[in-house]
């Protein structure tokens, strides 16, 4: 997910109490191993699942591997970054 | 210092994933599952308790790594546009990763065949998908043919 995220940043991810809009970064489990959590962006949202890729396609393992991912699947919005504190900011 | 520790996430999420190397061949699977076959007629040949503990040992490990190949292809090799072609692709290699379980349990050469043919027939998908060329390093190609 270079460069909006980062390993090892510290994120707020929160239930927006709305589904997920394309664009979006969210939080989300692994549809092939549930206990698996990611990040990804949102590119399509239709018939109660979601298509997420991850920003940087030719390294990220994605819908285009594992197919739309139920909206149950997806936890929250990743919203702030609170650390390192030069990265500090929303992530929209 | 406190403060650090009170603000460490205590939920960790991968945002990014695995760099696939984009080698995939199911001789990779059909090698495991070759050695599962030998494994099953060596422990049939064999009066030595010790060694047929061994070979059973040994065939599980093999047939795990067999399913586990064929879960690489399945969920890294083949695309959506591979299964919109080639839709049998999806049950080939579901049933060819039960079969691996199959053969972790069993000790019938029959259901280790079985597993042989299953890979055969997602090695043919993978063939018509373009999988040599798509996947492997020139040379390697050329060594096999």
């Given at each position: 997910m270079e460069p909006a995220l980062w390993a090892g940043d510290w994120i707020?991810?929160?239930?927006?109490?709305?589904?997920?809009?394309?664009?979006?970064?969210?939080?989300?489990?692994d549809p092939r191993e549930p206990e698996r959590l990611m990040l990804k962006r949102v590119a399509a949202v239709a018939d109660g699942a979601c298509t997420v890729l991850g920003d940087r396609p030719e390294e990220?393992?994605?819908?285009?591997?594992?197919?739309?991912?139920?909206?149950?699947?997806?936890?929250?919005?990743a919203l702030f970054r609170y650390a390192p504190i030069g990265r500090i900011g929303w992530l929209w | 210092m406190f403060l650090s520790r009170l603000l460490k996430p205590t939920v960790t999420a991968s945002a990014h994933c695995d760099l696939p190397c984009g080698?995939?061949?199911?001789?990779?699977?059909?090698i495991e599952a070759e050695s599962c076959y030998k494994i099953i007629e060596k422990y049939k040949a064999s009066t030595d308790e010790l060694f047929k503990t061994r070979a059973i040992v040994i065939k599980e490990e093999r047939a795990e790594l067999a399913k586990h190949h064929i879960d690489v292809l399945w969920s890294d090799y083949f695309k959506p546009e591979h299964v919109q072609k080639?839709?049998?692709?999806?049950?080939?290699?579901w049933k060819a990763a039960?079969?691996?379980?199959?053969?972790?349990?069993?000790?019938?050469?029959?259901?280790?065949?079985?597993?042989?043919d299953m890979i055969d027939?997602?090695?043919?998908?993978?063939?018509?998908?373009?999988?040599p060329q798509a996947t492997r390093v020139q040379n390697g190609v050329a060594a096999r043919a």
């Open positions: 707020v991810v929160a239930e927006v109490g709305r589904g997920p809009r394309v664009g979006e970064i969210v939080l989300l489990r990220s393992t994605d819908s285009r591997a594992f197919g739309p991912v139920p909206l149950g699947n997806v936890l929250g919005r | 080698v995939y061949d199911p001789e990779q699977a059909r080639y839709p049998e692709i999806t049950e080939l290699c039960k079969q691996c379980s199959k053969v972790k349990g069993s000790l019938d050469l029959g259901d280790a065949k079985t597993l042989l027939k997602i090695a043919d998908v993978w063939t018509k998908a373009g999988g």
